[in-house]
Structure formats: C-alpha cells, structure tokens
C-alpha cells in the first residue's frame, strides 16, 4: 500500500497563491504517475494536475497557466504550486497516486492511492 499525506491548504484572497504538498510512503516503488484532483461543493472530483515518474506534466484548461505540478523523486513529494487563484478554484483538493497512467480521458476510479484531501478557499 502507499499512503498520501496532503499539507498546504487554506484561505486566500483572489489573486494570492498557495503550495500544496503531498508527501508519500510506503510501497512507493509502485508509484509510476502522480496527479492533483479537486473536488467543490456539489459537484464532482475534477482532475487538474498530472506528473508522470520522468517529469512530465499536463495540466487542466482550467489551471493551465497559473497552476504548477513538480515532483521531488528523492523526497517520494509531489507539489501544486497555484497562483493567480480564482473563487472557482475552491474546493477540497486531493493527492492522487497510480501504478500506471492517469489521464483525463478516465474518472477518478482509475486512481490506486488518494490522500485525505485539503481544502483551498479562495475568496472574492
């Protein structure tokens, strides 16, 4: 098993910034892509930020920009670096683990391992 340890959250005004981590253990040789979903208020868990094991990154239109995804192989942590951030980005965001590949074309079902979740307030 893996287990994912989210920290960073909080409340900002529009237009500030906030760093998410998510911190890693256990099986982690297992871990191949790591990725970022968030989830508001009545609606469902959206994905917004994959990094694969080699570095490479894909981001959702709606960050695309504003957001950054880095992954620290040495410290088993990724990162969501999020400026610029909006109201709309609000919501309870969730480290996301895969034995393999994650994609967008897929639901959160396809996720291995998930972290507890952190939530990130935006206000106007």
């Known amino acids: 098993q893996v287990q994912l340890v989210e920290s960073g959250g909080g409340l900002v005004q529009a237009g500030g910034s906030l760093r998410l981590s998510c911190a890693a253990s256990?099986?982690?040789?297992?871990?191949?892509?790591m990725g970022w979903y968030r989830q508001a208020p009545g609606k469902q868990r959206e994905l917004v930020a994959i990094?694969?094991?080699?570095?490479?990154?894909d981001y959702a239109d709606a960050v695309k920009g504003r957001f950054t995804i880095s992954r620290d192989n040495a410290k088993n942590t990724v990162y969501l670096q999020m400026n610029s951030l909006k109201p709309e980005d609000t919501g309870v965001y969730y480290c996301?683990?895969?034995?393999?590949?994650?994609?967008?074309?897929?639901?959160?079902?396809?996720?291995?391992?998930w972290g507890q979740g952190t939530q990130v307030t935006v206000s106007s």
């Open positions: 990094i694969t094991l080699g570095g490479g990154t």
């Open positions: 996301a683990a895969d034995r393999g590949t994650i994609s967008y074309a897929w639901g959160p079902s396809q996720i291995d391992f």
């Open positions: 256990g099986r982690i040789f297992s871990i191949n892509d």
